[in-house]
């Protein structure tokens, strides 16, 4: 329990991948990067490869993060599509 | 200010709390509406991320005040169902002079349609994001 991220989705993303949010229990070492959780994630199913399309935007704690940014124990990760607000 | 919400706001009120006693020289408001999008549908849902959206509208306004001299500065959008006509965002700008309240508007207005993270729904269709509105916000990037 110690190593779970927290996970959500959104708009598009969370309709095709059938779900809003979820627990994540992240393997040892638990601080992983932003790329390798997708990869991770990409490996259940021909559906989860959007999470590696370059158009789908993935936050760390609220921030916008980048392949290489650092994904630890207690963190809130999201993955969505491109915003449409205004 | 910042603020998300579902219900309206009233654009009078929203001028007369930018109004600065004596400091203000002009004032620059953008409203942005439903407008009649499809044959099929007449109703349109915004989903939002919440606390993000929060924190990237108060980076928006931080960096506005960064970039221009202003007074205040306010941001409301809704979330929710919305119909044709109905107003789903505000921003508003007061400064000492107009050209800084103009860019300020539409810097904030730009930015936030690109990285603020709300996504719009007409009918059952998830609207698609513009490459015209991210080369709009990447133009006041570089500056």
């Known amino acids: ?86 | 200010m910042i603020t998300i919400q579902k219900h309206d706001f009233d654009v009078a009120h929203e001028y007369q709390n930018l109004l600065q006693e004596n400091t203000t020289g002009g004032v620059v408001i953008f409203s942005g509406l439903v407008r009649d999008f499809s044959e099929h549908h007449d109703h349109l849902t915004i989903q939002h991320y919440p606390n993000m959206t929060e924190s990237v509208l108060e980076k928006i306004e931080a960096e506005a005040q960064q970039r221009w001299p202003l007074l205040e500065t306010r941001i409301i959008h809704r979330v929710g169902k919305l119909s044709v006509n109905d107003q789903i965002v505000f921003v508003g700008v007061s400064s000492a002079h107009r050209k800084a309240a103009f860019s300020a508007c539409e810097y904030m207005i730009d930015i936030l349609k690109t990285q603020a993270p709300f996504w719009k729904k007409e009918g059952d269709e998830w609207v698609e994001a513009k490459d015209s509105d991210n080369d709009v916000a990447d133009t006041w990037l570089k500056k």
């Open chain 1, 1 to 86: 329990m110690d190593n779970e991220i927290n996970i959500l989705y959104f708009a598009s993303l969370a309709e095709s991948l059938g779900r809003d949010d979820e627990k994540f229990e992240l393997q040892t070492p638990s601080i992983i990067s932003s790329l390798q959780l997708k990869e991770q994630l990409a490996t259940r199913g021909p559906e989860w490869k959007i999470l590696l399309a370059p158009s789908t935007r993935c936050s760390v704690n609220l921030v916008i993060s980048s392949d290489d940014t650092e994904i630890k124990p207690g963190d809130e990760v999201a993955f969505f599509p491109p915003v449409t607000g205004g």
